[in-house]
């Protein structure tokens, strides 16, 4: 997309007019979050600096939604101050996307992905657990997983602390002090029912990344169809419509018409229950696909896979370890589901998907 700023004034003020038309009241709101998420970074600093510039030819609308998406600059943070970390940047990926809309257009774009990975956590040489998460902060990480696991008092039961990566993921060594060891064996000893105790590190990562069925038949949502179940989602959550606090997870033929549905206040057995119940029928997923109101992280992409079931569909973004997987097993992935668009994923080895009828 060309940093020309006519376009980009026309194209902002086209989004803010569309969705002042849908979203009458909530048209600036809609348009930031349009634009943060759908465009690209480039196109997202070139129009900041032009709005810096004083922004002329921008419509009242498109003008509040971008200063709302661009404030001032904060004061840069010295180290040592509590600020974020300096390798801030490990926690981010660019990834291709199609972005497709109801009236049938589409367009590339690159979006930045927070990136998922394995970090095998040991203590005083004994495995203890895999946890999926950004790589970045670990040291943070070891002292408050330490504290929340009950194995320490005080930041001086730590002696050390080591993060070594691995092709697979990463594997923090935590040393505790002589008189935590025994709270170390009595707590793995208490944990064997995870897939993660008396492992070492790199084991751990294996077990925790393990080949995935491949689909027989890879499925291709259209646009329309996936519109169609959207559209369609608010009526098969009324336990959310009574709380707001309740994940739903859908499952939808090729035309978009939802077969089953299954709520639950968690993401991942919302999903295992459409899956049970999908099982229990005896109804195939051939050619459609699964809706859930969530994000997608990998262990979502996991579930469809070992279910047969061929796409994905989330309402908000995945991570990099659920593109990497789905990429991996053929599941289509698509995410960031609205009314107004869905982002399909253009990672190599992942189905194609087709936008139109």
């Known amino acids: ?28 709101e809609a348009t930031r979050e349009h634009l943060r998420q759908f465009w690209d970074p480039k196109m997202r600093a070139d129009i900041a600096a032009f709005l810096a510039a004083g922004g002329e030819g921008l419509s009242p609308t498109a003008h509040a939604a971008i200063a709302d998406l661009f404030p001032a600059p904060a ?17 981010l990926v660019a990834v291709p996307f199609r972005v497709v809309r109801p009236d049938g257009s589409a367009e ?49 039961d730590i002696l050390e602390v080591g993060a070594h990566t691995s092709p697979l993921g990463t594997i923090l060594r935590i040393t505790l002090t002589q008189e935590r060891r025994e ?58 419509a009574e709380t707001g606090a309740v994940h739903a997870a859908l499952a939808c033929d090729a035309d978009g018409a939802v077969l089953l549905a299954r709520e639950d206040v968690g993401r991942h057995t919302a999903f ?19 809706l859930l109101s969530s994000r997608c992280s990998y262990d979502l992409v996991e579930k469809a896979a070992l279910a047969g079931c061929p796409a994905l569909v989330t309402v908000s973004a995945p991570t990099s370890l659920a593109l990497t997987r789905a990429a991996e097993a053929g599941v289509a992935l698509l995410s960031l589901a609205r009314s107004d668009a869905v982002l399909f994923a253009e990672v190599e080895g992942a189905p194609d998907a087709d936008d139109s009828d």
């Open 272 to 290: 295992d229950k459409l899956i049970g119940a999908m099982l229990r029928e005896g109804r195939p997923w051939t050619g459609g696909f699964a």
């Open 1 to 28: 997309m060309s940093g020309d700023p006519r376009k980009l004034i026309r194209m902002a003020n086209q989004i803010a007019a569309e969705l002042s038309s849908q979203r009458p009241g909530e048209a600036v």
């Open 108 to 156: 590339g774009l690159r979006r930045q992905i927070a990136v998922e990975q394995p970090v095998a956590v040991e203590f005083n040489g004994l495995g203890y657990a895999v946890m999926m998460m950004s790589p970045v902060d670990l040291v943070d990480f070891a002292y408050g997983f330490a504290l929340s696991e009950r194995l320490i008092d005080r930041p001086e």
């Open 183 to 240: 709270r170390i064996v009595d707590r793995v000893r208490h944990r064997v029912t995870e897939s993660s105790c008396g492992l070492c590190g790199i084991e751990n990562l294996e077990q925790a990344l393990r080949p995935l069925p491949v689909a027989s038949t890879p499925a291709r949502p259209t646009g329309p169809a996936v519109f169609r179940a959207l559209a369609a989602m608010r009526s098969f959550q009324p336990l959310n």
């Open 75 to 91: 004061p840069a943070v010295q180290e040592g101050s509590g600020g974020r970390s300096s390798d801030e940047a490990a926690a």
